[in-house]
């Protein structure tokens, strides 16, 4: 499987993860000048910014092992750059970074699923 049809995999299982979790989905891809967010959710009041990570296998580590200093500074602030386009003022906004990594099998069937709220 390509690294696009992988990430598209993932996200699409992230997506269907976050429903069951009661979360309201309200963007995906969300791309900025500093970055992009794959999905931001709704979670009661809090507002989600979530990375996804899957993979097939552990040759680099688990998923979410690829989710760096740099990539995480590059989320908050893209999610900093969607708060304030959305007319929210951060100082107030009830918001956190989740990561949800997915391993795959080799014909693309999620193994598991692990969802890491206030991950960063």
């Known amino acids: 499987m390509r ?7 993932g996200e699409a299982l992230a997506c269907r993860w976050i429903k069951k ?7 995906t891809n969300f791309r900025a000048p500093v970055g992009e967010i794959d999905l931001i959710a709704r979670d009661g009041e809090c507002l989600v910014f ?10 680099y580590g688990f998923p979410e092992e690829a989710i760096t200093r740099n990539k995480q500074n590059r989320i908050r602030k893209t999610a900093l750059y969607y708060l304030l386009r959305q007319g929210l003022n951060p100082e107030v906004t009830i918001f956190r970074f989740d990561v949800i990594a997915i391993q795959l099998d080799k014909a693309g069937h999620p193994v598991v699923i692990n969802h890491y709220p206030n991950a960063f």
């Not at 690294?3 to 995999?9: P, Q």
């Not at 979530?50 to 040759?59: D, W």
Request: charged content about 45%; aromatic content about 4%; cysteine-free.
């Open 3 to 9: 690294r696009k049809e992988k990430g598209n995999l």
């Open 21 to 27: 979790k009661k979360m309201v989905l309200l963007e």
């Open 50 to 59: 979530i990375e996804v990570k899957a993979r097939e296998s552990f040759s």
